[in-house]
Nanobody, 115 residues
Framework: QVQLVESGGGLAQPGGSLRLSCAAS????????MRWHRQSPGKERELVAM???????EYVDSVKGRFTISRDNAKNMIYLQMNSLKPEDTAVYYC?????????WGQGTQVTVSS
């Protein structure tokens, strides 16, 4: 069993930055694919970024060049650095630990981008 707790969300102005953190407990994350998803009201949850246990990284096109995912296996932490934020980045951001068939989710952290 893995417990995930996100933090770092909040209000940012367009063009601003936020850094999301995901703290894991209950199991080591080193063997898991770690992903950040987001969900806006009325929209389906979408995959934003992922990093595999080998360090392979992918991003959804809308955040490429602006967001950076990283993992610290020693600290059991996952991060999402978000720069050049846009109003359309407003959503609840969720951390996900995936090791099929196991999949664990955090409760989410709200990110609001508004002037």
């Amino acid at each position: 069993q893995v417990q995930l707790v996100e933090s770092g969300g909040g209000l940012a102005q367009p063009g601003g930055s936020l850094r999301l953190s995901c703290a894991a407990s209950g199991s080591r994350l080193s063997t898991y694919i770690m992903r950040w998803h987001r969900q806006s009201p009325g929209k389906e949850r979408e995959l934003v970024a992922m990093v595999t246990s080998a360090g392979y990284i992918e991003y959804v096109d809308s955040v490429k060049g602006r967001f950076t995912i990283s993992r610290d296996n020693a600290k059991n932490m996952i991060y999402l650095q978000m720069n050049s934020l846009k109003p359309e980045d407003t959503a609840v951001y969720y951390c996900n630990a995936l090791n099929p068939p196991l999949s664990y989710w955090g409760q989410g952290t709200q990110v609001t981008v508004s002037s």
